[in-house]
T-cell receptor, first 115, second 116 residues
């Protein structure tokens, strides 16, 4: 079946640094990838939708300059948290689908802790 | 706009007992509905989905859900709970009825505990 890999699964960084999280579709071409953020004991909040080769579409309230999303190939999307602060600490999850499919495959998530 | 409401943030059942997790939806178009399971520190795994075909949908691990338009519900059930079912369960609706965007709107989740 379809597999989405996220890396790193855990990352700890100092306040003010930038962190990049990768999301890869391992056995299919992901025309669309979604990035979610999940706070402890809460649901997933969609941050942005990224289509290969075009700019990401951000949800209302999500700072595009803070959360840089790049979807340069059909198998890779990256989320960069720039100038991270403790309030950015969260669980970030990506999902991907191939064109014409109504099923999303989720990555295992990346837990970011900003000290 | 689509939305889902999950009643009960915590549900506790005994091993072998019936599992019932409730989900009600709101949608202006025929909805596509999903149930996902999340184990600690992991991503989401699709349990089952409703995409306007059969109203009773069977999923993995013995779970099933029934789409009831009259009640705007899509409750998740399993006849006999197993310890390994302990996890967080999310109901979701696809924005726009499952069209090209596939943006999922998630409920707040229900944490299922299974007691021995």
């Amino acid at each position: 079946g379809a597999v989405v890999s996220q890396h790193p699964s855990w990352v700890i960084c100092k306040s003010g640094t930038s962190v990049k999280i990768e999301c890869r579709s391992l056995d299919f071409q992901a025309t669309t990838m979604f990035w979610y953020r999940q706070f402890p004991k809460q649901s997933l909040m969609l941050m942005a939708t990224s289509n290969e080769g075009s700019k990401a579409t951000y949800e209302q309230g999500v700072e595009k300059d803070k959360f840089l999303i790049n979807h340069a190939s059909l198998t890779l999307s990256t989320l960069t948290v720039t100038s991270a602060h403790p309030e950015d600490s969260s669980f970030y999850i990506c999902s991907a689908r191939t064109g014409g499919s109504n099923v999303l495959t989720f990555g295992a998530g990346s837990r970011l802790t900003v000290l | 706009a689509q939305s889902v409401t999950q009643l009960g943030s915590h549900v506790s059942v005994s091993e072998g007992a019936l599992v019932l997790l409730r989900c009600n939806y709101s949608s202006s178009v025929p909805p596509y509905l999903f149930w996902y399971v999340q184990y600690p520190n992991q991503g989401l795994q699709l349990l089952l989905k409703y995409t306007s075909a059969a109203t009773l949908v069977k999923g993995i691990n013995g779970f099933e859900a029934e789409f009831k338009k009259s009640e705007t519900s899509f409750h998740l059930t399993k006849p006999s709970a197993h310890m390994s079912d302990a996890a967080e369960y999310f109901c979701a609706v696809s924005e726009g009825g499952g069209g090209a965007t596939n943006k999922l709107i998630f409920g707040t989740g229900t944490l299922l505990a299974v007691q021995p």
